[in-house]
């Protein structure tokens, strides 16, 4: 991505690793499962944005706690960076190695799915297996675990817990730090935080899960985890719903609110560019209507009762829905595939952007109430900076998350638009400012807006953040350079 200005800090200066020490590490994990051939380490220095081209001296690949505790020890005692990384799918550079000095820790061979708790409702696992299966062994229990992402058939636990991950499920179960009872990391010095606790009620002090929990290996290793399982819904329906505006979109929220509860799992905006985007790139997108709208939701209703009473909800809710005259037409699934058919698309928008060229990303929130103001201004402030801009502006309405996503101009040169990434960032982040929002919702810090965070965040914040930072890492080994600088 030549011509990006995002302000990235320097590349750290670490002195590159002797062969003496490189095999001490090697010895650790068994020559095959330390990495240094150019080859070998591509998959885990590229990234899916490409914002951060990856240097390291070699990939650890451990396949116990056990092998992760002897790593960080040496490495705290020969003051050796290292960057933990899970399915490598972060966009803020969080798991990217910066430096021929640093070794990248990869956890996906701690993929243990340790124990499933149907009473208690818990399963235990290790922190690299992958989402998908933590859903399928939840599903195989006839639970549910309702941490949902569009790159859940690849990334893993740890780094969902590491970076807090959201996703689409957020409005009715919380994100990652919601759903983790229980943590077990490796500390800086190689001690092993043993805190897998199955406890839903635990008020012993100060809590180190969440700390660890959002760190972004900053501050630990994570090893596994205790997650929280839900009963399966018994009935679910999922609707695509064309609308006017974000404001009819926000009043539709009220009205799904008011009929479904606790039982509303799901509203999501997305506008009819995006949408445009999807159908043009994405293999087997269909219109779900036959009318094109500026604006759409996808809502889903579940219920613990019965597929009836789940579709009743559904279709009350949508009545008084057009009875205000706020839907505009409305395709209610007709089958789980199609429900899932739905999901995919809103899914597949930001990969459904990159055929249309570069584009400049954010990943922000305000206030739910204040959403269609956000978009408005932002809307007029960045086509007024780059006339022909096209945005993409899509998320989760219920929780004020708002990927707010600006496609090149057609023709344009991409480059050239890409150099104004920072600029852009500045006309946005500002106005998400003076809503008192966050320009990190649910993606992390990382690398990206490490800069930004220290600029903005209160001084006796960042003082804190970097006081827990020296506490759990006196020697700047875990992930230094990402979140804080010290």
């Known amino acids: 991505m030549t011509g990006i200005d995002i302000a990235l800090p320097t590349d750290p200066d670490d002195a590159p690793l002797s062969e003496a020490l490189r095999a001490r590490f090697a010895a650790i994990v068994g020559t095959a499962n330390a990495l240094t051939e150019a080859a070998d380490l591509a998959a885990y220095l590229e990234e899916p944005r490409g914002l951060f081209p990856g240097r390291a001296a070699m990939v650890l ?35 990217s190695p910066r430096s021929p000095g640093q070794i990248v820790l990869s956890l996906s061979r701690l993929d243990r799915i340790r124990a499933v708790d149907p009473v208690g409702r818990t399963i235990t696992v290790d922190a690299g297996v992958v989402l998908q299966r933590v859903q399928e062994a939840a599903d195989e229990a006839g639970l549910l675990f309702p941490l949902s992402l569009g790159s859940e058939g ?72 205790v997650l929280r399982l839900f009963p399966k819904p018994a009935g679910r329906e999922v609707a695509f719903v064309g609308l006017a505006s974000p404001e009819a979109a926000l009043k539709l929220l009220r009205i799904a609110e008011r009929h479904a509860g606790g039982g509303l799992t ?158 852009i960032n500045g006309l946005v982040h500002g106005l998400v400012a003076e809503m008192d929002g966050s320009f990190s919702a649910e993606h992390g810090i990382g690398l990206l807006k490490r800069e930004e965070l220290a600029r903005t965040k209160p001084a006796l914040e960042m003082h804190l953040m970097r006081s827990i930072k020296r506490i759990f890492d006196r020697n700047n080994i875990l992930n230094p350079g990402k979140v804080v600088q010290i």
Request: proline share 4%; with cysteine; charged share 20%.
């Open 154 to 225: 690849s990334c893993e636990i740890g780094g969902n817990l590491a970076s807090n991950a959201g996703g689409t499920g957020v409005l009715a179960y919380g994100n990652s730090r919601e759903l983790c009872l229980g943590i077990e990391a490796v500390l800086a010095g190689g001690e092993i935080f043993h805190g897998l606790r199955r406890l839903k009620k635990d008020n012993r002090g100060y809590d180190i899960r969440d700390l660890l929990v959002g760190s972004e290996g900053t501050l630990g290793v994570i090893t596994g985890a």
């Open 266 to 423: 799901g509203f999501e905006f997305l506008p009819r560019l995006g949408l445009d985007f999807v159908l043009r790139h994405i293999e087997g997108a269909r219109d779900p209507m036959a009318q094109a709208h500026p604006w759409y939701v996808l809502v889903e209703v579940s219920s613990s009762r019965s597929a009836e009473d789940a579709r009743e909800t559904m279709e009350a809710l949508l009545a008084e829905g057009f009875e205000a005259g706020i839907v505009a037409d409305a395709a209610i699934a007709a089958s789980l595939a199609q429900g899932d058919a739905f999901w995919h698309m809103r899914e597949s928008m930001s990969w459904a952007q990159k055929p249309e060229g570069g584009s400049i990303k954010h990943d922000v929130s305000v206030p739910v109430a204040r959403v269609p103001e956000f978009l408005e201004k932002a809307g007029a402030a960045v086509t007024a900076a780059i006339p022909g801009a096209r945005i993409c502006a899509f998320g989760h309405l219920g929780d004020g998350n708002v990927h707010y996503n600006i496609s090149q101009p057609v023709g344009a040169d991409t480059a050239g638009f890409l150099s104004r990434w920072r600029e």
């Open 61 to 95: 690949r451990p396949k116990t706690v056990e092998e992760v505790s002897a790593i960080l020890r040496l490495a705290d005692e020969t003051k050796t960076p290292i960057v933990p990384q899970g399915g490598n799918t972060g966009l803020t550079g969080g798991q």
